[in-house]
């Protein structure tokens, strides 16, 4: 199900992470998209991105994410939401991680939205 408007990226990113539907998590990408999977790192493409991603779906838990503010201009826009992951990681730890994602998307020819940028670190991912 492709996204019909900037918000609903947001929402069915949150929808399949908590079904760990990686394949449909990958749908919502940009051929090409870059994520930041950790602070300072990025990786591009959607081979790189299904690996990234990885490590965050094997933290079994509740995936939660608010509501992005969004700074829309044409066919692109910018959002920003707060969003916590807390669950346990294969060795049965503890995991709480956190934070305020700043993601790209763009409206591609069909009508549908895709994120070019997926940041879930927002400033704090940026190396300066």
């Not at 965050?56 to 910018?78: H, M, T, Y």
């Amino acid at each position: 199900m492709p996204a019909q408007t900037p918000q609903e990226v947001h929402q069915l990113f949150a929808k399949y992470f908590s079904a760990q539907d990686v394949d449909a998590i990958i749908s919502l990408y940009e051929p090409e998209a870059t994520l930041v999977p950790q602070p300072g790192q990025t990786v591009s493409g959607h081979a790189a991105i299904r690996e990234a991603l990885g490590g965050f779906l094997a933290i079994k838990g509740e995936f939660n994410l608010q509501p992005p503010a969004v700074i829309r201009s044409k066919d692109i826009a910018l959002l920003y939401a707060d969003w916590t992951l807390t669950g346990t990681d294969p060795d049965g730890n503890l995991v709480e991680l956190s934070g305020q994602t700043s993601d790209v998307v763009c409206r591609q020819s069909e009508g549908s939205w895709l994120m070019a940028i997926d940041n879930p670190y927002g400033g704090a991912g940026v190396a300066v």
